[in-house]
């Protein structure tokens, strides 16, 4: 019954790979966010989807591609992996678009890129 | 330029005391705050939060003290037990930011028995 799921958990791969991490949730909510936890710690927020709609959308390189096939779903596709985009990628769910809408998260995909 | 900053990257705490965990922001625009809790290889979990219209909301054995002129936050947990060792994040959003939330760096609590 886990409520927000992506897959894998581990995820281990060579520079210049293409690569995609899946998420799910069960929640019922509206909107669904790609964030990532960097080597100091910091969670940042990538993408936000609202009922399949894009609605944020912070600086981050082309080659990270968010796709939301339904309101359920937000797969993160990401292009030429680099050195740099190792880090934890945690998605997360919440009931409304509104800033008072606390997040369900997902328990993280780690990406090594070697 | 971190908007939201936890200037503690750990704290020990004996079982039954009190813990405070603090948190800053620079942004005056952030008019709600939320707590989160993240054990090892999981996932964050909201534990509790705060409108700006208010300085204080509890929930059982936690407590968030708001402190708008500060630009600053706490989380009380009392008594504290073990298994409240976690790392916490604390993280603010704006009404015009569209649930963007912006994390801090998160605080290591560590309860011992």
């Known amino acids: 019954d886990t409520a927000v799921s992506q897959t894998p958990k581990y995820l281990v791969t060579q520079m210049g790979n293409d690569k995609s991490i899946k998420c799910e949730q069960n929640?019922?909510?509206?909107?669904m966010y790609w964030y990532k936890q960097d080597s100091k710690k910091f969670l940042k927020i990538m993408f936000s989807?609202?009922?399949?709609?894009?609605?944020i959308n912070e600086t981050v390189p082309n080659r990270f591609s968010p796709k939301s096939p339904d309101k359920a779903h937000l797969n993160l596709h990401i292009n030429s992996l680099e050195l740099g985009d190792s880090a934890v990628y945690f998605c997360?769910?919440?009931?409304?678009?509104?800033?008072?809408?606390?997040?369900?998260f997902g328990n993280g995909t780690r990406l090594t890129v070697t | 330029d971190q908007q939201v900053k936890q200037n503690s990257p750990s704290l020990s705490v004996q079982e039954g005391r009190i813990s405070i965990l603090n948190c800053d922001y620079t942004?005056?625009?952030?008019?709600?705050f939320l707590w989160y809790k993240k054990y090892p290889a999981e996932g964050p979990t909201f534990l509790i939060s705060?409108?700006?219209?208010?300085d204080k909301n509890e929930d059982g054995r936690f407590t968030v003290f708001l402190n708008k002129s500060a630009k600053h936050l706490s989380l009380h947990i009392v008594p504290s037990q073990p298994g409240d060792s976690a790392v916490y994040f604390c993280?603010?959003?704006?009404?015009?930011?569209?649930?963007?939330?912006?994390f801090g760096q998160g605080t290591e609590l560590s309860v011992k028995p």
């Open positions: 989807y609202n009922n399949k709609e894009l609605i």
């Open positions: 993280a603010a959003s704006a009404r015009n930011q569209g649930g963007k939330l912006i």
């Open positions: 705060i409108s700006s219209i208010k």
């Open positions: 929640l019922g909510h509206d909107t």
């Open positions: 997360a769910s919440s009931q409304q678009r509104g800033y008072n809408s606390p997040l369900h």
């Open positions: 942004n005056s625009m952030f008019d709600y």
